[in-house]
């Protein structure tokens, strides 16, 4: 099994994982992960949904415990639904208010390679366990990249519009959906394209 050396500070089994992944055969031509800073962003569409859920969570259990405690006559039904009718927006609420800092532990656990044969996503679990996506071939020819000012960007292999099986995946930024988040995007996709796709 090839051994990876690279100045990049990657996690012991987050290292592990792409040694694992890398074949014998295979040349190792790149290897990045996603910047925390920007994979962890918090979007105005998180934080206006998000707070909004929340705040509607919040103010509907205030409001049923204060009816609830003005009013003697409620069935004991009634004292026990109305309240439970906001954990689910505070919930979820809280869950998109969450979803960056998630995104940014995500990052530490996500490494991408680009191989002579192949470009690799490789997202390691808390659990150890990898979720590997590898892209290449025909794969590559719907290849989409978005560019920062400053030279970073997304590398998309699967484009942004398609619906993953997965519903958690969904997001525009699920590093298994290309190389998100990373440095130097156009001189990453020049790689891949010189790498991988037929002249």
């Known amino acids: ?89 505070v919930l979820l609420g809280a869950l998109i208010l969450t979803g960056p800092r998630r995104r940014r532990r995500l990052s530490r656990r996500t490494a991408y390679m680009l191989t ?20 290449s071939g025909s794969a590559l020819d719907t290849m989409q990249r978005t560019e920062h000012a400053d030279g970073s960007g997304d590398l998309y292999f699967e484009p942004p519009g398609e619906r993953p099986e997965d519903p958690a995946r969904a997001t525009q930024r699920d590093p298994r959906r290309g190389f998100m988040c990373i440095d130097e995007v156009a001189t990453v996709e020049r790689l891949v394209r010189d790498a991988l796709t037929p002249p």
Do not use: K
């Open 1 to 89: 099994m090839p051994t990876v050396s690279t100045p990049l500070d990657l996690a012991p089994d987050v290292r592990a994982g792409v040694e694992r992944e890398l074949r014998d055969d295979e040349t190792l031509i790149w290897l990045g992960t996603p910047r925390a800073d920007l994979l962890g962003r918090v979007t105005p569409g998180e934080l206006v949904i998000g707070m909004t859920m929340f705040v509607v969570g919040v103010a509907w259990l205030v409001m049923s415990l204060l009816i609830l405690q003005a009013r003697q006559n409620i069935s004991a039904a009634a004292s026990v639904v109305f309240p439970l009718i906001a954990v689910p927006f």
């Open 116 to 135: 002579d044969r192949r470009a690799v996503g490789i997202v390691v679990t808390g659990r150890g366990e990898a979720d590997v996506r590898h892209w």
